[in-house]
């Protein structure tokens, strides 16, 4: 099985947070679809036989592109390539953009499930992060998506925020539970140079949350979450039972993906290649017939790593013996070798055939990870 992944990168306006790569040249989007077209045919055999269990369109805002757009590539994805019958296909949406009218010409193309920006349900926060929406856009949103037949949505949210409290966090989660998402994304904010709220914290609009009370929210998420119903199956994402999120999950799984679109990023088990970050020369590669594109083989020991960096973030961890058949004698007796003290002290488990991390070994995730990167 294989996935697919378009990115769409045009923005109405830029959040204050973000360092993706997006652009608000909407007078460039037929031409940008054209050119992922173009792709999409041109790469159609880089899965090889693999059928395509997953379609996942990401930004920017695909929301923002004209439906007629969306349309032409999801039917150039259909004939190019071997799509499973009940393949998860899923559309990110600003929720400003869920409306009735939008919601019911959505429902004609193969998406059966929205992915919800909504960072927050405190409209200050909403503000100082740059979001167009409002709290109750937000819930409204979902409530147009429900009453238009979509059984699988996922929200993000934002812990960390400028100025938030155990008592807004707390908030944002009871808003966002209430609406009963099937899955939920929670994020840790991230101030990344050269954006606006980087440069806002540098002129001391506000202050940092301290590492305390970072711990503190990822503690309450947990928590929560798991009291609603949800899984956490990964550190960053919550699901009911059987509303995994399937595309996400093949980036941690070792499974094949294609990425199409400038910036979009591709694999295929043994190398990685990634598209020229800049929407006018992709299109101008794409018509002259020359991707542009770099391509990076992956030695043992960098896929290696990679597995670690991935699955270690997951609930069920490290299939061993998986590992034995994939990687050398010498790299998983390294990893084990390191795996050992973390074992000893709680944060690591290995129950079956798996190694995983502890609810403890969760809040330092990146400590753990590191120490079974593999660095000669």
């Known amino acids: 099985m294989a996935g697919i992944y378009v990115h769409i990168p045009f923005c109405r306006q830029r959040c204050n947070y973000c360092a993706f790569y997006s652009s608000t040249l909407y007078n460039i989007k037929e031409e940008y679809a054209n050119a992922v077209c173009k792709e999409l045919e041109i790469r159609k055999g880089y899965a090889g036989d693999e059928q395509i269990r997953t379609i996942y369109f990401g930004g920017g805002t695909p929301s923002t592109l004209p439906m007629e757009l969306l349309q032409r590539i999801c039917s150039t994805i259909y004939a190019n390539y071997s799509v499973c019958n009940d393949a998860e296909v899923t559309i990110e949406c600003n929720p400003d953009d869920l409306s009735e009218e939008f919601l019911e010409k959505l429902r004609a193309l193969p998406f059966n499930r929205i992915s919800m920006g909504v960072q927050s349900f405190d409209d200050t926060q909403l503000k100082r992060l740059g979001r167009r929406h409002d709290a ?198 390294y990893m084990l070798a390191a795996a050992q003290s973390h074992m000893e002290c709680g944060n690591l488990k290995k129950e079956g055939d798996s190694l995983s991390l502890t609810e403890k070994g969760i809040f330092i995730s990146d400590a753990v990870i590191r120490d079974l990167i593999y660095a000669e």
Not at 156 to 164: C, H, Q, R, Y
Not at 231 to 246: D, K, L, Q, T, V
Not at 257 to 263: H, N, Q, W
Request: glycine residues 6%.
């Open 136 to 333: 109750e856009k937000a819930r409204q949103a979902v409530r147009n998506a429900r009453a238009a037949g979509y059984r699988n949505i996922s929200i993000d949210l934002m812990f960390a925020l400028p100025g938030s409290t155990a008592e807004s966090w707390q908030h944002d989660l009871e808003s966002a539970i209430a609406l009963q998402p099937e899955h939920l994304s929670a994020y840790n904010l991230m101030y990344e140079e050269d954006t606006p709220l980087h440069r806002a914290l540098q002129r001391g609009d506000f202050d940092e949350l301290s590492e305390e009370e970072n711990v503190e929210q990822f503690q309450m998420l947990i928590k929560r979450m798991k009291e609603a119903g949800y899984r956490h199956y990964e550190i960053s994402n919550f699901a009911m039972p059987g509303y995994e999120s399937r595309h996400n999950s093949s980036y941690w799984n070792d499974t094949i993906y294609i990425g199409c679109g400038a910036a979009a990023h591709s694999y295929n088990g043994k190398s990685r290649e990634w598209n020229i970050a800049d929407i006018k020369e992709y299109i101008k590669g794409m018509e002259s017939g020359k991707r542009n594109y770099e391509i990076e083989q992956l030695s043992e020991e960098e896929r290696y790593n990679d597995t670690i960096l991935t699955r270690l973030r997951t609930a069920d961890g490290i299939p061993l013996k998986w590992m034995n058949e994939k990687f050398s004698e010498k790299l998983n007796v």
